[in-house]
């Protein structure tokens, strides 16, 4: 499940993903039908409005194994607030889904059992964990444990990482001085580790922040996750 931040924004990401799960030698299929998880709508109180969107994300990944999506905030999404949009419609086939819906991290380490994915990407790095990932899904240190065994990779402590990065979805466009605010606390932060590169699981906060990061004129990059373990570049 690609999400519509990467399919619209981040295509390389999606690309990434593929790249990485047929090389540790999973089937993976790309469903034309999928669109949007329904995340905005439950978000601002739209339940109603979300019942078709979650429908039909339902039915265009009905029959997989596993749906996996390089993004806390989608996997949350489908594992969490489809069963809320399910109750409400009265509808139990909504929730279909929830149970084989793995954010990218969480099914590497623990359904394909892999830490090491045979990347290489010499740079010194700082991870982000996004809310999502971190308070709804609990995906603790998967991805610590995968940047770790990336060859040439220098992973850094990020200061106060738990904070939010301020863009919150629709938050960022309700409370925009407050979210500039928030995201400009966590760009000083990851300057201040002297990384090279910022990764996170969420291309949404890695867009906030890298928007801040490229304005300061930083030097700092950012890049998801996936981009970063379906690296294999070699040493000049």
């Given amino acids: 499940m690609v999400t519509c931040v990467n399919d619209a924004m981040f295509p390389d990401t999606g690309k990434a993903v593929v790249t990485l799960l047929r090389r540790l030698g999973v089937d993976v299929e790309f469903p034309q039908a999928q669109a949007c998880c329904g995340q905005p709508m439950v978000n601002t109180g739209y339940l109603d409005e979300a019942v078709p969107v979650v429908r039909n994300c339902v039915s265009a990944f009905e029959g997989y194994d596993a749906v996996v999506t390089p993004s806390g905030s989608c996997a949350g999404s489908v594992r969490h607030q489809h069963g809320i949009v399910a109750r409400r ?20 380490v623990d359904v394909l059992g892999v830490t090491d994915v045979g990347a290489y990407f010499p740079h010194t790095v700082a991870y982000h964990p996004t809310c999502h990932s971190l308070r709804m899904l609990g995906v603790g240190d998967r991805p610590h444990q995968l940047l770790r065994a990336v060859r040439g990779l220098r992973l850094v402590d990020l200061p106060k990482a738990e904070e939010c990065c301020g863009f919150g979805g629709t938050f960022a466009l309700k409370n925009a001085d407050t979210s500039v605010a928030m ?32 304005r300061q004129r930083s030097g700092v990059r950012v890049m998801h996750l996936a981009e970063i373990l379906a690296s294999t570049e070699t040493a000049a």
Avoid at 90 to 106: H, V
Avoid at 196 to 214: F, I, P, T, W
């Fill in 89 to 108: 419609a009265g509808d139990p086939a909504l929730g279909a889904m929830s149970d084989r819906t793995y954010e990218l991290s969480e099914f590497l």
């Fill in 183 to 214: 995201g400009s606390d966590k760009a000083r932060q990851v300057v201040n580790t002297g990384a090279e590169v910022l990764v996170a699981g969420d291309n949404s906060c890695l867009m906030h922040v890298g928007g801040l990061l490229s």
